[in-house]
């Protein structure tokens, strides 16, 4: 009997993916029809079918919503079903398939080789940003096109794109989850998602990308209806949490320089190193600008450039304004928050709706924008948003401050298992931004909590590697090594490739070793100055307070990890 393949989509329900996929195996081997199967969703993936399988096969099945990579088809027969109706007969479903001679229309074929430029970018641009451009890389030279791709993220742009291969380019494709300025690729064809699309179907985004992109007006800074400068068709639907991604992205380094620097002001003067007494030594100096300076911009860094992700150029002056009277205002990052969309929908409603003669529109972004935006902003944060929003970060500033027993354990728990949920994600990323902002309010007792729990699940994976041997194959237990490392430095997305591979069991194994961390740390009382660096700003005196417990976090959920996932996985085969 031919050989079928089938594609089931959850969405952001992934255990209805799950449900409808093992439906559909039972359906199919009470058939005797042989099945190759991939699921997508929430919380679920990472059994994409193989070339070999979709190159025997001669018919798909599409379940579901949301991007099944159906380029990946060709001219295969398609049909395309609710997970509803498998969910309620598989059998029904399968039967009517295999009989069916109706076919969907096939993907078009963009045929002959195309020169691709690409543009990937995360809110830390350490893992997702060089993973998404290996995806883009691998799945364009398996398709025979040719491919540049440039990396941005916290440290700026690796591996720039160059005007001339720009120019020379058949189309542009960009996987970000922050904002990417467009200026540069004005009347080229351009393509625009996120970095787990990169990662997760990097031949199924491309070719979704040849048949989607539209080309990029020809904008001057400003964004205008006419000639929008930012979001392609494909980016409309990115919304608020890509806005705020992007300020936390802008904001990190001011947070990683400033807490290090005060880390290293305690390190070279003693926990008085910042008292007034102690002016003119280099500890006293060294805490000036990590405080003083560094910390000092991170609610304008932040608030700046939400409204440029919102509004482009014109935004970052009223954003920045909007955020430093939010500082002033005791208002701290929840202010900034709020400064940066007011600024950023204040000034792009602004920018659509104000008309001025072709002489005149120069004005708009140096001037009648920055002005008016900017007033507009102020004004808001100053008689309707500052004191409110204050209240509310004094009072959860105290509470946070205050946190002890059970509190603690909870908050430990969540901010934890959130960490080792999605390796980076928008969970992942929700709860380190939410640290972050905290640590520059002078809260440093969650950030342990995030840091501990982000270590633990590579390094759980690590450790289980090398307890339970057979539950890997040969390349995982290699990848073993990595991770580990990758652990060491708190970077969590090390352990994705293994959570793709069997989610349903590693991914509880880790969300139960980060959540008992943060507990750990939480209730111990366990702090941390410093946003980032894993082990290696551990020994620096001062950074961490009550450091053995810390330790102690950190092994308790590593084994925790490691054991149950050594427990939990089959025999590799």
């Known amino acids: 009997m031919a050989q079928m ?27 005797g029809q042989a099945l190759d199967l991939e699921l997508r969703g ?13 190159a025997r096969g001669d018919s798909v099945l599409l379940i579901g919503e949301g991007d099944l990579g159906e380029g990946r088809f060709g001219t295969m027969r398609k049909v395309r079903i609710g997970i509803e109706e498998v969910l309620t007969d598989a059998d029904s479903v399968l039967g009517r398939f295999l009989t069916d001679s109706d076919t969907a229309p096939a993907a078009p074929d963009a045929g002959g080789r195309m020169r ?34 440039e990396t941005q993220g916290s440290v700026g742009a690796r591996d720039a794109l160059t005007a001339t291969e720009i120019a020379s380019a058949d189309i542009v494709l960009i996987a970000a989850d922050t904002g990417v300025d467009r200026s540069r690729f004005s ?45 392609a068709a494909a980016e409309s639907r990115a919304g608020a949490y890509k806005h705020l991604m992007t300020g936390v992205s802008f904001m990190l380094p001011f947070v990683v320089a400033g807490g290090l620097l005060i880390a290293l002001a305690f390190a070279v003067g003693g926990i008085d190193a910042m008292k007034p007494d102690h002016a003119g030594s280099l500890g006293y100096a060294l805490g000036e600008i990590g405080a003083k ?43 900034g928050i709020a400064a940066g969309f007011i600024a950023g929908y204040v000034t792009r409603f602004l920018n659509r709706h104000i008309r001025l003669h072709r002489n005149l529109e120069g004005l708009k972004p140096v001037l009648i924008l920055p002005l008016l935006a900017t007033t507009i902003t102020g004004l808001m944060m100053i008689y309707v948003v500052g004191v409110p929003v204050a209240a509310i970060l004094a ?19 969540i901010l934890g298992g959130m960490m080792a949920v999605d390796m980076g994600g928008p ?23 995030v840091m501990l729990g982000g270590m633990t699940p590579p390094l759980g994976i690590a450790l289980a590697t090398r307890l339970f041997p057979n539950r890997f194959s040969q390349p995982e237990r290699e990848a073993g ?76 959920g590593t084994v925790v990890t490691g054991l149950m996932v050594g427990l939990l996985k089959k025999r590799s085969a």
Request: aromatic share 4%; charged share 10%; glycine share 14%.
């Open 187 to 231: 009347g080229k064809r351009l393509y625009a998602t996120n970095t787990k699309a990169a990662i997760r179907d990097g031949k199924g985004l491309i070719a979704t990308a040849l048949a989607e992109a539209q080309v990029q007006g020809q904008g001057h800074g400003a964004e205008t209806e006419e000639t929008p400068s930012r979001p």
């Open 42 to 54: 929430k919380g679920v993936g990472g059994n994409p079918l193989a070339e070999s399988a979709i």
């Open 427 to 449: 969970i992942n990323k929700a709860a380190y931004a939410s640290a972050a902002a905290l640590l520059s309010s002078g809260v440093d007792a969650p950030m342990a909590a």
């Open 395 to 413: 009072g959860l500033t105290d509470w946070l401050k205050g946190m002890q027993g059970a509190s603690a354990l909870v908050l430990g728990l």
């Open 5 to 31: 393949l089938a594609v089931v989509g959850g969405g952001d329900l992934g255990t209805h993916a799950v449900l409808a996929g093992e439906a559909l195996r039972q359906a199919a081997a009470r058939l």
């Open 293 to 335: 300076a560094a910390f000092a911009l991170i609610v304008p860094a932040l608030a700046g450039y939400i409204a440029y992700s919102i509004a482009d150029r014109p935004g970052i002056a009223p954003g920045m304004i909007g955020g430093m009277l939010a500082a002033n205002l005791q208002a701290g990052f929840l202010g």
């Open 116 to 149: 691709i430029v690409a543009v990937t970018s995360c809110p830390t641009g350490i893992a997702h940003t060089f993973m998404a451009a290996e995806g883009i890389q691998a799945a364009a030279q398996a398709l025979g096109h040719e491919v540049r791709v």
């Open 481 to 556: 090594g990595a991770a580990a490392v990758l652990g060491a430095a708190f970077i969590t997305e090390g352990a994705i490739p293994f959570a793709a591979a069997d989610p349903l069991r590693v991914i509880p194994s880790m969300v139960a070793g980060s959540a008992l961390a943060g507990a750990i740390a939480l209730t111990a009382g366990v702090t941390l100055k410093v946003p980032h660096g894993g082990l290696f700003v551990l020994p620096i005196p001062n950074a961490v307070t009550n450091l053995p417990w810390a330790v102690i976090a950190l092994v308790a």
